[in-house]
């Protein structure tokens, strides 16, 4: 079983800027995509970005521009750079890795408020 680790959220005013990291106990960063995904209160969870196996991006529409998701094989780590934050980013962020498996992070907590 993969172990999957979160961190970075926190509170942050509009405007500013936060690192998720999304740690995997496995090297599958390179064989699996992997995502991130927000919930808010109340709303069903969205999906965010999107990075293939092959390295390929892709973003949701209202954060295009300002989220950007990358990774580094060599620490098994997923991380999504979050710029210019609004407070309708406000949600709990989900990893994920989806391939001959599905694994998921515990979720961290980002508030964009002031």
């Known amino acids: 079983q993969v172990q999957v680790v979160e961190s970075g959220g926190g509170l942050v005013q509009p405007g500013g800027s936060l690192r998720l990291s999304c740690t995997f106990s496995a090297a599958i960063l390179t064989i699996y995509s992997t995502n991130w995904y927000r919930q808010a209160p109340g709303k069903q969870r969205e999906l965010v970005a999107t990075?293939?196996?092959?390295?390929?991006?892709n973003y949701a529409d209202s954060v295009k521009g300002r989220f950007t998701i990358s990774r580094e094989n060599g620490k098994n780590t997923l991380y999504l750079q979050m710029n210019n934050l609004k407070s309708e980013d406000t949600a709990v962020y989900y990893c994920?890795?989806?391939?001959?498996?599905?694994?998921w992070g515990q979720g961290t907590q980002v508030t964009v408020s002031s």
């Open positions: 994920n890795a989806w391939g001959t498996h599905d694994y």
């Open positions: 990075i293939s196996d092959r390295g390929t991006t």
